[in-house]
Nanobody, 125 residues
Framework: QLQLVESGGGLVQPGGSLRLSCAAS????????VGWFRQAPGKEREGVSC????????NYADSVKGRFTISRDNAKNTVYLQMNSLKPEDTAVYYC??????????????????WGQGTQVTVSS
């Protein structure tokens, strides 16, 4: 059974940090680009970051550039999202997703095939 499981969410104060993990089971995540997406209450889902299957290429939404870092460990079948300098507007449910591309690239503006169940991130004092 193909599955993506996010973890690492929680409550953090503004300016704090969290590291999200996206672990795959039932398939080899290293064959896929992985994206992180988030959805806040009453808002549309937005792409946050993505990483190509090899890890060479990454992309970030303007709102998180310089604060978030995506990485992957294909030996552990896991992708990470390090989130620093968190702001209240980062509060959302964060999802990871995977899809294949024909080139070693990724794109957060396109559709993804496999999705996790999400993890809540709340930034509040």
């Amino acid at each position: 059974q193909l599955q993506l499981v996010e973890s690492g969410g929680g409550l953090v104060q503004p300016g704090g940090s969290l590291r999200l993990s996206c672990a795959a089971s039932g398939f080899t995540l290293g064959y896929y680009a992985v994206g992180w997406f988030r959805q806040a209450p009453g808002k549309e889902r937005e792409g946050v970051s993505c990483i190509s299957k090899s890890g060479i290429s990454t992309n970030y939404a303007d709102s998180v550039k310089g604060r978030f870092t995506i990485s992957r460990d294909n030996a552990k079948n896991t992708v990470y999202l390090q989130m620093n300098s968190l702001k209240p507007e980062d509060t959302a449910v964060y999802y990871c997703a995977a899809r294949s591309f024909n080139a070693p690239v990724c794109d957060i503006r396109t559709t993804y095939t496999y999705w996790g169940q999400g993890t809540q991130v709340t930034v509040s004092s």
